[in-house]
């Protein structure tokens, strides 16, 4: 059986699509396929990995899916070669499905759990046609959703960073600050259309009663560019494009690492950002998925934090107070609120249980300091940039896909890398020590261009 690309319904995962750029699992797997036909019986897996450019945890986790499906097959030596469903692709059918495609579903294998792959068709929708732009430089407007905390300002410090590179396409970006609100934001919108704008970025606000949709459809049935980043209305008709990283992938590897770590049994707390925010609700649903798999981990209690150092320190004290012992584990969706969630174990003289959650400097710096076993996806502001590259390519005439997505590295300490998760950057490599433990790593070459 093959989807109507002609590619057999394998076990893999195009919704975890992950470490490169614009790119999805078909064109991973594609590379993996290439690298193994040209060179057969010749590279092990993590020669494969390298060869083809993905990331350790990706690669490996892809490699393993196509194993399992006779796609690819073991030699003696440890080297890998194609397999018979490999080598019967150029007779498949091609066979077309009109909705969502699902190839498998997370099940237990040899005490792990296998991450499933879902390959939905928006892996390969190209942007709707916009209005042909007038001649550059052209003037962006862009509808915040906040800049509450150092990840937020990170990603508007990548914006600014971008404005200067595109200093000849771009003449102004205006900017507004919603503070968390959807009803301002959408205020804000309409002020920033009255300015005569080219094109328009959103982070949306958490908007549960689609306060935001009936404007932004508007504005794109019209022809403007809206490019959402980060945070994406709740409506799919409601942008143009939408640069992101994986939320799903965040929190399905680090809960998968977590429960690895723990070798599948313990008391485990949840920590996430703000309540309705899409990507806290995504990266949960995704954690809640892999944990379920590990009968004998116990969710023990779960809270939201407002993605701030504060919230992680009183949600894990007051935790504290209601259990009378510190968990086995405590997944954070980001290091924003898991630097205060370690300093209340630490301030409460409990042993630190092992964490989840990057971003932050000052979550890599105690951890490692305190000698804390953790993993970090860190979400990257760097997108800040991406979406003004997007919203430039967009005004030029060019067919973008409507979903791009930034690179997420898997980020651990030396000695904490699990069965299924390997690091591709090592903790101790990625930590600015001389930098403030409010500074955001993940920005890119805009870190650098800040003077920081």
Known sequence: MCSRLGLPTVFLSARLRTQMTDVTNIERIAKILKVVGRDPATFSISDIVKK??????????????????????????????????ARSLGLCQIESHSSKFHFGVPRMHDDQVTTSLDLAPELFQRAQPIKKAPPGPWRLGFANASSSNPWRAALLNSVYHSIKVHSSEVSEILYSDAQDDPVVQLSQIDELIDTGIDALLISAAPDKQGLLTDRLQDLTRQGLPVIAVDRRPSDKDCFTTFVTASDELLGRFSAL???????????????SGIQNASPTQRRLKAAKKVLRYFPDIVLEAHRYTDWTANGGYEASRN?????????????????LQGVGSIRAFMDAKEIIPPHTGGDINGMFRLALKQKISFCAFDFPAAMGSKAIDVAVSLLEGHSLPRRIEVPVAAILPRGAETRSIK?????????????????????????????T
């Open 52 to 85: 083809a450019q993905l990331g350790r945890s990706t690669g490996f986790e892809l490699i393993r899916a196509l194993k399992e499906r006779g796609y690819l097959e073991e030699t003696p030596r440890k080297t890998l070669q194609l397999g018979k469903s």
């Open 257 to 271: 690492w977590l429960a690895e770590h723990l070798k599948g049994k313990g008391r485990v707390w949840l920590l």
């Open 423 to 451: 690091a591709d950057v090592i903790a101790e490599k990625y930590v600015r020590w001389d930098l403030a433990d409010d500074v955001i790593l993940s920005q890119g070459v805009a870190l650098r261009g800040s003077g």
């Open 319 to 335: 935790l504290l107070k209601v259990y009378r012992s510190a968990p086995h584990g405590v997944w954070c969706d980001s290091g």
